[in-house]
């Protein structure tokens, strides 16, 4: 089970459960695949709300990998979520909340406004 405390969250992908973590080494990865100079830059560029779908497909590997799991981009590309490319979006959306969003006292699965994220990616 995932600890939000910890950046982790759950989710269902090729309906299969699996924790998914942006830890240091995924966060300097998405740096470098976005161009972002540093932390901040990042988290710009996420709260802009423009999120592409190789964007999704970026995050939500660097979260598969940053969890542990052995898988590439191209994989993370046909792999399969409830909802479609949205389904991605929200899951991608709880992560970038959970590793850059406020902490919520006494929760653990805290979840953003849809202005937090951006418009596209609602976690809803």
């Known amino acids: 089970m995932a600890n939000a405390r910890r950046g982790e969250i759950d989710a269902i992908i090729d309906g299969r459960p699996h924790i998914l973590c942006l830890t240091l080494g995924a966060l300097a990865e998405l740096e470098s695949a976005f161009g972002a100079s540093d932390l901040a830059a990042l988290s710009e560029r996420f ?18 990998r940053g969890a542990g799991l052995a898988v590439r981009d191209d994989e993370v590309a046909t792999m399969r979520a409830d909802g479609g490319a949205i389904g991605f979006a929200r899951i991608a959306a709880r992560l970038l909340h959970v590793t850059f ?15 937090e994220i951006g418009p596209l990616v609602s976690p809803a």
Do not use: F, K, M, Y
């Open 47 to 64: 709260t802009e709300g423009r999120l592409s779908a190789r964007d999704l497909i970026r995050i939500v590997g660097a979260g598969l």
């Open 101 to 115: 969003g406020d902490e919520q006292a006494g929760t653990d699965t805290p979840r953003p406004t849809p202005g």
